[in-house]
């Protein structure tokens, strides 16, 4: 069962610094619209084999501040550390290198690519010699297949995407991850379009990434799943990251009433 390059482990140990690195750090981070300030001096931090519920009303700067975590956008102010070193923001390749997966509900997913394609997509594997290399269709399938009995659905992987359910693509999309051996995984409310039952499993599949040492964002305006998820919630309003509290020592009124009025210092 081979898996490609890019060993990374998931230990709790940071190489070479003092005390425990956090897996990201973003540190004072500002995006900008014109005269709007999306996403206004956000810090956040995520551990280790953790999932963080990231929640606030609409418009509070959630999928902004995960488009600059995977790349997609710039900060105008601030940076971000993964396992204590800088990620060079603005690109979702240098994210992808540390190790960061972003799962859209389809967007990254090509409708009319069979499930393998879109799983290896970029990282295809190869075979032959140096100088003539074809690649290796049919253990890519194999491969993907195994992956998707693994997030335990059994679609075909020679299906193309566009037949597939909303929870089916998102275990694409998620097998994509997997392949990956992502650390960290960015998930933009991924429940959405699903049914209660796909909405139960996916909710499973995320605890099942956390136990085995991914750590997860996990954006989301049901409240119920995110605190049957998460350990930590970090509550955003106006672009500012308002709140970080453990899942255990708060509830849904406390929550809800930060995403509402926050406990942002009152000025006039
Ligand atoms: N590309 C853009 N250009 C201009 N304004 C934008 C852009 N992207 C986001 N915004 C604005 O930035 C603010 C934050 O948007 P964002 O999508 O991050 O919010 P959100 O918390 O994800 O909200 P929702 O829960 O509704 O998805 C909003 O006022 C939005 O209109
Ligand atoms: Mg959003």
Known sequence: MSVPESASGTATGPAGGAGHTALLEAVGVTKRFGALAAVDGADLTVGRAEIVGLVGGNGAGKSTLIHLISGVDLPDVGRFLMEGRPLRTGSPAEARHHGIETVYQDLALLGELDVTANIFMGREWRRGVPGLRWLAEKSMKTEAEELIRKL?????????????????????????????????????????????????????????????????????????????????IVVMRKGQTVADLRTRSTNQDEVVNLMLKGPLPSRS
């Open 152 to 232: 335990g659905y059994d679609f075909r992987a020679s299906t193309r995407v566009r037949y597939l359910s909303g929870g089916q693509r998102q275990a694409v999309a998620l097998a994509r991850a997997l392949l990956a051996r992502a650390k960290l995984i960015l998930m933009d409310e991924p429940t959405a379009a699903l049914g209660v039952a796909e909405t139960r499993k996916t909710l499973d599949l995320i605890r099942r990434f956390r136990d085995e040492g991914v750590s997860l964002i996990v954006i989301g305006h049901e409240l119920d799943d995110i605190f049957s998820i998460a350990d930590r």
